[in-house]
């Protein structure tokens, strides 16, 4: 009875120490926690591991919780960027409702965009935000420089050894020793400043269908609001003849091979080329002219006589 007695004593005494001792444990972590930053926020959890974006639906995770969004899911090959388990069709529905009910500043506010989106608009406005890089205009390379305005002259000129010019009329002059190799395209980019704003002059050999032919063309370095305010006239002749062209410069926003496809500029085909060079039509000398101006409106909608830059 008395070692029964003593037994119970220590036992009710090691209890009594064992809840003081998790008391005292759990109000340290509890001070500990009330002293720390939270440093965590929601837009935390929702960043990508991989390309560091915002994660939106369908947001994926494996069978350890961690997360990736859906356009890395196929750059890790199905594989988790953290603990390398396979990811499977595992949906984080939980992000996924957190992500839908959230307000996001769009993706280029570094760029100056300002606006914020429930995340469906967001995703729309990013496409079309006048604030996102262009890609490099320059047509003969796979140039994967992106960038504002400034940076992509500066890419042009640097490397690329693009001519820049100031002025709004440009006289083009192209010579080529053997006009019958028009198979690997040519090309020339020229940039030009006027107007506070650039223009890039391109000029490229190519086949059309199965003729040969020669392009002239300017783009805007800008958005295509932008360009609609400008017009631009190309010609080309000789022995008596001439071609003209005029219209809207297009923005560098619309790919060099979509404003080639639309064949939307200045289109000479190779006999008429060699017809205007003259000669023994054994080389080829063309020589294109143009010029930009601006047209302005008054009060009343009335378009304005051009605005010509001196």
């Given amino acids: 009875m008395e070692t029964s007695g003593v037994h119970s004593s220590i036992l009710s005494l090691t209890m009594m120490e064992e809840d003081e001792y998790h008391h005292n444990q759990f109000s340290s972590i509890s001070k500990l ?19 560091t974006n915002s ?15 859906s356009n890395c899911k196929t750059r890790v090959h199905n594989r988790c960027p953290t603990c390398r388990q396979e990811l499977g069709d595992i949906r984080c529905l939980a992000l996924e ?46 140039c994967s420089f992106v960038g504002n305005i400034p940076y992509l002259v500066a ?32 090309w020339m980019l ?38 609609k305010n400008y017009n631009y006239s190309l010609e080309v002749g000789g022995n008596g003849r001439k071609l003209t062209f005029e219209g809207n410069p297009r923005s560098i926003r619309d790919s ?26 054994k080389e080829l000398k063309l020589r294109v002219t143009g010029r930009i101006w601006k047209e302005q409106q008054n009060s009343e909608g009335v378009v304005c006589t051009p605005n010509m830059c001196s």
């Fill in 33 to 51: 926690d009330n002293k720390a930053p939270i440093t965590t926020s929601v837009h935390d959890l929702l960043e990508c591991p991989v390309c």
């Fill in 55 to 69: 994660m939106y639906p369908p947001i994926h995770q494996c069978l350890n919780g961690h997360t990736l969004c």
């Fill in 97 to 142: 409702k957190i992500a839908e009910s959230l307000e996001f500043p769009c993706r280029y506010i570094s760029l100056g965009c300002s606006e914020i989106f429930p995340y469906y608009s967001k995703i729309k406005h990013e496409s079309i935000c006048t604030f996102r890089p262009y890609s490099c205009p320059y047509a003969g390379s796979d």
């Fill in 155 to 186: 890419h042009l000129r640097d490397d690329h050894g693009v001519d820049m010019h100031s002025g709004c009329t440009f006289n083009h002059r192209y010579v080529k020793s053997n006009p019958m190799e028009v198979e690997n395209a040519t």
């Fill in 190 to 227: 020229t940039v030009f400043h006027c107007f506070g704003q650039y223009f890039c002059l391109h000029f490229e050999a190519f086949q059309l269908e199965m003729s040969p032919v020669y392009m002239a063309f300017l783009r805007f370095m800008g958005d295509d609001r932008e360009a």
């Fill in 256 to 281: 060099h091979k979509k404003v080639k496809d639309s064949h939307d500029g200045l289109i000479i085909y190779r006999n008429m080329a060699l017809f205007f060079s003259g000669g023994d039509r």
